[in-house]
């Protein structure tokens, strides 16, 4: 198929169409972005969660260990 010049297609019509062209790539550009840096935050948050439970889980250890320890301590005889 070849192009053919509609009489009834303004100058005015082809720049309107050509700019949301333009804005149509844009956004299908932005929306790239948008969805690599949301994957990118998802798999941070996923790191985070980890450290996190890591970390309340060494918490937890050392509560019981001091507990254990406190329980070994002689009370006080006054």
Do not use: W
């Not at 720049?15 to 990118?40: D, F, M, T, V, W």
């Amino acid at each position: 198929m070849t192009y053919q010049h509609f009489s009834n297609y303004s100058q005015g019509m082809e720049n309107e169409l050509n700019a949301l062209e333009a804005k149509l790539a844009q956004l299908i550009q932005a929306s790239g972005k948008l969805r690599a840096e949301n994957h990118q935050l998802r798999q941070d948050l996923a790191h985070a969660l980890s450290n996190h439970r890591q970390c309340s889980d060494k918490v937890e250890n050392a509560k019981a260990r001091l507990k254990k320890l406190l329980t070994t301590l002689p009370e006080d005889q006054t």
